[in-house]
């Protein structure tokens, strides 16, 4: 008899979730050592669309370059580098990375037409292992305080420079800061102030964030999760170094509980920070252009 060969679909969503856990558990992904340092260097960029990358793809892709010492924060796949005359070096590794294709599906009762995410799996290469690549100069010259100042006035957000303490006050829609000379330094007072306009963009009326009904107890940790990212996000994109980050330690354990719990949490808190930080940048007229590459679903 014949034997039938089966086919097993892999899941996408939880391999990524394993990693970035794995990546956080032992120590190689975490606020204090791994954004500091990858989003600094700016936003992961498709070397050939120039497009930026978003999603749970800007976490893999900080984590791949820290991991492999890559100096450079652009990527393509191997197509678009034989595309432009380029090639991958003999051995390089790519990185893998999802994107989502929009998956039809017929309701059997009612004949109506459903779109639901279908994660599929693609590689990028660090354009250090792509020969024939000619570098080209940023176009965008910043300084980073300046731009990072004219964020925090343009969102029309009201901060408050006073106590100890960095937090939103949803009842008031403010948020708190000590004053900028307690901070270590000014990168991370920005550090901080960009982590609490993330959180002021959650407010019903602008992107009414609310995970509590879909995440219960979680729902806070997850919260946390989208206000760093989305820091991360705005501060990698002025190019301002990260600052210093304390008492992360409790954050990091319940990140990794609920990314474990639920393999769509860490997609979910992806799409929301990039909401987020798309909602700050266009609030200070600094909209991405040309547009994000590979949208990641909710």
Same mark, same amino acid.
């Given at each position: 008899?014949?034997?039938?060969?089966?086919?097993? #679909?892999?899941?996408?969503?939880?391999?990524?979730?394993?990693?970035?856990?794995?990546?956080?558990?032992?120590?190689?992904?975490?606020?204090?050592?791994?954004?500091?340092?990858?989003?600094? $260097?700016?936003?992961?960029?498709?070397?050939?669309?120039?497009?930026?990358?978003?999603?749970?793809?800007?976490?893999?892709?900080?984590?791949?370059?820290?991991?492999?010492?890559?100096?450079?924060?652009?990527?393509?796949?191997?197509?678009?580098?034989?595309?432009?005359?380029?090639?991958?070096?003999? $051995?390089? #590794?790519?990185?893998?990375?999802?994107?989502?294709?929009?998956?039809?599906?017929?309701?059997?009762?009612?004949?109506?037409?459903?779109?639901?995410?279908?994660?599929?799996?693609?590689?990028?290469?660090?354009?250090?292992?792509?020969?024939?690549?000619?570098?080209?100069?940023? %176009?965008?010259?910043?300084?980073?305080?300046?731009?990072?100042?004219?964020?925090?006035?343009?969102?029309?957000?009201?901060?408050?420079?006073?106590?100890?303490?960095?937090?939103?006050?949803?009842?008031?829609?403010?948020?708190?800061?000590?004053?900028?000379?307690?901070?270590? @330094?000014?990168?991370?007072?920005?550090?901080?102030?960009?982590?609490?306009?993330?959180?002021?963009?959650?407010?019903?009326?602008?992107?009414?964030?609310?995970? $509590?009904?879909?995440?219960?107890?979680?729902?806070?940790?997850?919260?946390?999760?989208?206000?760093?990212?989305?820091?991360?996000?705005?501060?990698?994109?002025?190019?301002?170094?990260?600052?210093?980050?304390?008492?992360?330690?409790?954050?990091?354990?319940?990140?990794?509980?609920?990314?474990?719990?639920?393999?769509?949490?860490?997609?979910?808190?992806?799409?929301?920070?990039? @909401?987020?930080?798309?909602?700050?940048?266009?609030?200070?007229?600094?909209? @991405?252009?040309? %547009?994000?590459?590979?949208?990641?679903?909710?």
């Amino acid at each position: 008899m014949k034997a039938v060969k089966q086919t097993i #679909k892999r899941d996408l969503k939880q391999e990524v979730t394993d990693r970035l856990v794995n990546a956080i558990e032992t120590g190689r992904m975490s606020p204090a050592n791994l954004w500091v340092s990858s989003a600094s $260097g700016g936003l992961p960029v498709n070397f050939a669309t120039k497009n930026m990358f978003n999603g749970a793809n800007v976490l893999l892709l900080w984590l791949e370059a820290a991991e492999r010492g890559f100096a450079r924060n652009e990527w393509m796949t191997y197509n678009q580098a034989q595309a432009i005359g380029a090639q991958v070096r003999r $051995g390089a #590794k790519g990185c893998r990375l999802v994107r989502f294709n929009k998956e039809e599906h017929i309701d059997p009762e009612t004949g109506e037409i459903e779109f639901f995410p279908d994660p599929v799996a693609f590689s990028v290469f660090n354009v250090e292992e792509i020969d024939g690549v000619v570098s080209v100069a940023r %176009s965008e010259e910043f300084a980073p305080v300046e731009v990072a100042e004219h964020i925090l006035k343009q969102t029309g957000a009201r901060i408050v420079e006073t106590g100890e303490r960095t937090f939103y006050r949803k009842s008031t829609d403010e948020c708190f800061l000590p004053d900028r000379d307690r901070f270590a @330094d000014l990168s991370s007072f920005y550090r901080a102030a960009t982590q609490g306009l993330m959180h002021w963009t959650a407010h019903s009326s602008r992107l009414a964030r609310d995970f $509590g009904a879909r995440f219960g107890e979680d729902g806070d940790a997850l919260e946390e999760l989208v206000a760093e990212f989305g820091a991360a996000l705005c501060l990698a994109r002025i190019g301002m170094p990260h600052g210093q980050i304390e008492h992360h330690a409790s954050h990091l354990d319940s990140w990794t509980r609920v990314l474990k719990k639920d393999k769509n949490a860490l997609f979910t808190a992806a799409s929301r920070a990039n @909401d987020a930080y798309s909602y700050v940048m266009k609030r200070a007229r600094m909209t @991405d252009s040309p %547009s994000i590459e590979w949208a990641a679903a909710a």
